[in-house]
């Protein structure tokens, strides 16, 4: 089969699926599992493909939905590539404002701890100790599939020395088990979208884990769980660095003023939404 003509099958199947952008899916589908360049497709049309069923096969499952990250097991976050699979939440684009002001808050700190609470992929933690040198970090999850994958990314950029990896349910869990030293930050995307909220949520984000997403019947809980049990353990200049679900700026706020912090800054992204909340006690 011509490059060509797999290229504009891979499109019709993605187009009749609805997938919202098929032609750029389509390159980078077949660029992925081909392994040749995106420009081929343009510029050497006619070029045979003998094994083209892996490609048709992934824009069959792509077409029901499966996140095109699991497919390729893959995902560019703030310029760096990450290893993803299923059971992970995937990194997504408004996230990277979360990690841009934490390394912004971070400028002048010189070796500073901080921690995760809900690691995932690593693709925050990782970010921030590839473009900070001298940070050092504790990253906690519940799952064992993410610290795993987490693991493979932080090995990837040689970061594995400054970063610790712990097992931990942040809504059950004893906080002195984990023998802390006092950090600088605490940073979270956790799951802030309620039960409610879920069932009206696209079907391939249902794809992906639901106890990344759900947080609770308000969708604020981790928020309160996550201040209650590290406030204690941040430094007198230490701060909360939170991603935010849409009309939770007021709620997260909140929760921060009732345990003292008074500094709140509250950043939108690029869609103009509350979706980073900062917060320190002075």
Known sequence: MKLKTLFEMVVNILKKADIENPQLEALIILQEILKIPKHKIFTDPDLEIKDYQEAINVALQRSKKVPLGYLIKKKEFFGLEFYIEEGVLIPRP????????????LENLKNPLGLEVGVGSGCISVSLLYNKKDLKMYALDISEKA????????????????????????M????????LDRLDFVVSNPPYISEDEYESLPEEVKKEPKEALISGKVGTEFYEKIVEKFKNYLKEYGFFAFEIGINQAEKVKSILERNGFKNIKIYKDLAGIDRVLIASKI
Do not use: P, W
């Open 172 to 179: 059950k869990d004893d906080v002195k088990d984990l023998n």
């Open 94 to 105: 408004e996230t990277e404002v979360l990690v841009e002001k934490v390394l912004h808050q």
């Open 147 to 170: 610290l795993k994958i987490t693991k493979i990314n932080a090995e990837k950029y040689d970061l594995l020395d400054r970063l610790t990896l712990i097992k931990f349910d942040v």
